[in-house]
């Protein structure tokens, strides 16, 4: 995982140096399909520093989409303020279109036109662009510059919408989820790909996603969003550790153990048991170095054997069930 280095942290540097993004009270409200109004986005503030990578996960209709298209100026908020580089997302508009890159969450292309003159037509709208054939090697797509998107794979699609962000050579890039709907290995391709434009290319990435292991993988903070609220926002093992504690300790016995028998284990503060084939459990601890030990004192006095056992740090879905009450994919 990468960690933030003192030059990502915000507030470091130059004092006078806008951050890369500012998020001050943001509101907007939609009207609600069945009467009335309600806040999409309820009162979100948060600062991107320059150089950053921030993660904000959340669950559909969370408010996600809704918060960059403001900030990315294609929306206008209810109350509040965003910027970019201190360049206001709605006064400011056109001097700060030029340096961000934004990826919508669907995008549609021209279906006529090929990569190459896609990426030639979106570079024409900048003062500063960079050429279609050095984007499209950067992505692999090289071999594909006279194919049209519908003849792209879904990864290919994916590489493609995000290297269309980056023609005018953007200080901050914009990405909506943009790894939902690929297979495991097109999405760790991306991962490397949106690594390289933070940490080769320098520019700063806002991302969204509804992935846990995304956005504690690439991501030097995560902002957790529901209902329209940060939830919480900090580094992925800063939220671990000050917000899911327990740890858990899981294996199975052959012979059938009394749940009650292992409450009385140090640290434990959970026990579950399930049976399938073996007597499979559960022990949530806040200390895996104490129950461990004592799991298998018990199981020489009590005579039974400790199989398959693994114990699992707390993870940021952990976090999440934590702070919303509820899992992120149901
Ligand atoms: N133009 C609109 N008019 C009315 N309601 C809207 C509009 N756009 C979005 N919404 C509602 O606002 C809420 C937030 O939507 P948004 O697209 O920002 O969520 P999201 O977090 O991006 O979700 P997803 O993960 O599904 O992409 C949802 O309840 C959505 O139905
Ligand atoms: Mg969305």
Redesign the pocket.
């Given at each position: 995982m990468t960690t933030l280095t003192q030059e990502h942290q915000i507030g470091t540097g130059d004092p006078a140096a806008a951050p890369a993004v500012q998020v001050t009270n943001l509101v907007?409200t939609?009207?609600?399909?069945e009467d009335g109004t309600?806040n999409?986005?309820d009162d979100l503030s948060f600062e991107v520093g320059v150089g950053e990578v921030l993660g904000?996960l959340?669950?559909?209709?969370?408010?996600?989409?809704?918060?960059?298209?403001i900030i990315e100026g294609l929306?206008a908020p209810t109350s509040g303020s965003t910027s970019v580089l201190g360049l206001d997302s709605q006064t400011d508009n056109a001097a700060m279109k030029t340096r961000i890159g934004v990826q919508l969450?669907a995008s549609s292309y021209f279906e006529y036109l090929t990569l190459e003159e896609l990426l030639n037509l979106f570079g024409s709208f900048y003062p500063k662009s960079l050429a279609a054939g050095e984007l499209l090697d950067k992505v692999g797509l090289l071999g594909k510059r006279k194919a049209l998107v519908g003849q792209l794979s879904g990864g290919q699609a994916q590489r493609f919408s995000i290297v269309a962000a980056m023609v005018n050579d953007p200080d901050i890039v914009f990405l909506?989820?943009p790894t939902?709907g690929l297979d495991p290995q097109a999405r760790r391709n991306l991962w490397d790909l949106i690594r390289s434009i933070n940490e080769d290319d320098g520019k700063t990435v806002v991302m969204?996603t509804?992935y846990m292991e995304e956005a504690e993988e690439l991501s030097h903070r995560v902002a957790i969003?529901d209902a329209?609220k940060i939830q919480a926002i900090d580094t992925p093992v800063g939220l671990i550790g000050s917000l899911a504690t327990d740890h858990s300790v899981i294996f199975s016995t052959q012979m059938a153990v009394a749940e009650s028998v292992f409450e009385s284990l140090p640290g434990v503060t959970t026990v579950g048991a399930r049976v399938n084939g073996t007597h499979s459990y559960q022990l949530g601890t806040e200390s895996p170095k104490l129950t461990v030990p004592a799991l298998f004192q018990l199981a020489s006095v009590r005579r039974f054997e400790v199989d398959d056992l693994a114990v699992h740090a707390p993870t940021l879905e952990d976090v999440f069930l934590n702070v919303t009450g509820r899992r992120l994919r149901d």
């Open positions: 907007k939609y009207p609600h399909p309600f999409a986005v904000i959340g669950p559909n209709g969370a408010g996600k989409s809704t918060t960059l298209e929306q969450q909506d989820e939902t969204t509804h969003i329209g």
